[in-house]
C-alpha cells in the first residue's frame, strides 16, 4: 500500500524566515498534491506537480517533484502568520481516484 | 458561494445511535469522494462515486457506513450504531473527470462526536 511520510511533524518559525517541508513516497507518484488545512477545518488546495522535476509556484510558496517522482517538496519564502496552519500532501496512486494522504505538517508562525 | 457545502457542521450523539451527514458537491463535478480524517492525521479515503455509481469502498468502510449519491448530485454518507471510534471529522470532495488532472476540492467537513 502506498505510504507518504512528511517531515517534520511540526515547525515552529519567525515571521520572515523561509521553510520547507518534504514529502516521500515508498511508491513512484501518478499524482503530488499539496492541500493546506486550518484546524478543524477542510482542506484548501495549494498545488498539484505530476511531472518528474515539475516545480511550480504560487506567491511565495513553491512545489517541486523529483525527477523519480517520489519525493516532493514545499517551499515558503519570507513566511508569514496567514501561512499557519497544517500542509498535507496527498499522492494519487493509480491516476484516477482516491487520494492518499501524510499526517501532515504543523506550522506556526511566529510575529 | 459554489464551493462544496456539507450539512452539519458538528453532530454529537449517543452510542448506539444513527446519524447521516449530506454533502454537495459543486454542481458540476461529477465525482463525489468521502474521507474520513482523525486528530493527528491525515484523510482516509472511504468511497466515491462517479456521478450515481459508487465505484469504490475502502475497507475502512464497515457494514455500519453506507453512502449514496442517488441522482449524482448531493451525497449522504449514514452511519448505522454508532461507536466512540466513529468520533473523527468527516470530509466530502467533489472533482470533475473531465479535467487534465484529478484535482478534488474539499468541503468544510462534519465533526461527529459519538459520546
Known amino acids: 500500500s502506498q505510504e507518504l511520510e512528511q517531515s517534520p511533524q511540526s515547525l515552529i518559525v519567525q515571521e520572515g524566515k523561509n521553510l520547507t517541508i518534504n514529502c516521500t513516497s515508498s511508491?513512484?507518484?501518478?499524482?503530488l498534491y499539496w492541500y493546506k488545512q486550518k484546524y478543524g477545518e477542510g482542506l484548501i488546495f495549494l498545488m498539484m506537480?505530476?511531472?518528474?522535476?515539475e516545480e511550480k509556484s504560487h506567491e511565495k510558496i513553491t512545489a517541486k517533484l523529483d525527477e523519480k517522482k517520489q519525493q516532493s517538496s514545499l517551499h515558503i519564502t519570507a513566511s508569514q502568520p496567514s501561512h499557519a496552519g497544517i500542509y498535507l500532501c496527498?499522492?494519487?496512486?493509480?491516476?484516477?481516484?482516491?487520494?492518499?494522504f501524510g499526517t501532515g505538517t504543523r506550522l506556526t508562525v511566529i510575529p | 458561494d459554489t464551493g462544496v457545502s456539507q450539512d452539519p457542521r458538528h453532530k454529537i450523539t449517543k452510542r448506539g445511535q444513527n446519524v447521516t451527514f449530506r454533502c454537495d458537491p459543486i454542481?458540476?463535478?461529477?465525482?463525489l469522494y468521502w474521507y474520513r480524517q482523525t486528530l493527528g492525521q491525515g484523510p482516509e479515503f472511504l468511497t466515491y462515486?462517479?456521478?450515481?455509481?459508487?465505484?469504490?469502498k475502502s475497507r475502512l468502510l464497515s457494514d455500519r457506513f453506507s453512502a449514496e449519491r442517488p441522482k449524482g448530485s448531493f451525497s449522504t454518507l449514514e452511519i448505522q450504531r454508532t461507536e466512540q471510534g466513529d468520533s473523527a471529522m468527516y470530509l466530502c470532495?467533489?472533482?470533475?473527470?473531465?479535467?487534465?488532472?484529478?484535482?478534488?476540492?474539499f468541503g468544510p467537513g462534519t465533526r461527529l462526536t459519538v459520546l
Open positions: 470532495a467533489s472533482s470533475n473527470q473531465g479535467l487534465a488532472y484529478n484535482e478534488q476540492f
Open positions: 511508491k513512484t507518484l501518478y499524482g
Open positions: 506537480l505530476q511531472k518528474g522535476g
Open positions: 496527498g499522492a494519487d496512486q493509480t491516476g484516477a481516484n482516491n487520494l492518499f
Open positions: 454542481s458540476e463535478h461529477n465525482r
Open positions: 462515486f462517479q456521478n450515481e455509481a459508487q465505484l469504490e
